[in-house]
């Protein structure tokens, strides 16, 4: 069991050192949190995070927090695929992911795009940093 972090929580994290998605993340390397990803995933963490217009983040920053996040899992291979419904087909991935991954938590600014009852929780960053630091969520640590 791990978890799973829709982009906008990377980049939020990324942009904003101190603030929530960037003391979540701190705490999910320092736990050694699994981090549930495939190659789609993977793709579009360094897709997102190398664009113009977040050129603000500094590259040794932007590489240095995808190698330590990425780290923490190993790519999902042959994900199924998740047939339901979703409001951005584009988050399609993280579901998948996090239905093949037994993800405890998805990560997400983005509530409103993820369906109820999908077998995990849906947060956003500042939930599922108090849960973590609650002790609420639990992970057996990443390798």
Do not use: C, Q, W
Not at 119 to 143: K, Q, S, Y
Request: net charge negative.
């Amino acid at each position: 069991m791990g978890i799973v972090l829709d982009t906008n929580v990377l980049v939020s994290a990324m942009l904003g050192p101190g603030r929530v998605p960037d003391l979540l993340v701190d705490l999910l390397l320092e736990r050694r949190v699994p981090l549930l990803y495939d190659a789609r995933i993977r793709a579009e963490y360094e897709d997102v995070v190398r664009r113009p217009k977040f050129k603000a983040i500094p590259s040794s920053r932007r590489e240095a927090m995808l190698e330590r996040l990425l780290s923490l899992g190993k790519p999902l291979e042959a994900v199924p695929v998740f047939e339901g419904t979703l409001s951005d087909p584009d988050d399609r991935i993280f579901v998948e992911v996090a239905l093949a991954g037994r993800a405890s938590a998805l990560v997400t600014g983005n509530l409103k795009d993820y369906p109820v009852g999908l077998g995990f929780d849906v947060l956003p960053p500042a939930t599922a940093l108090a849960m973590l630091h609650d002790g609420a969520l639990r992970f057996a640590p990443a390798p």
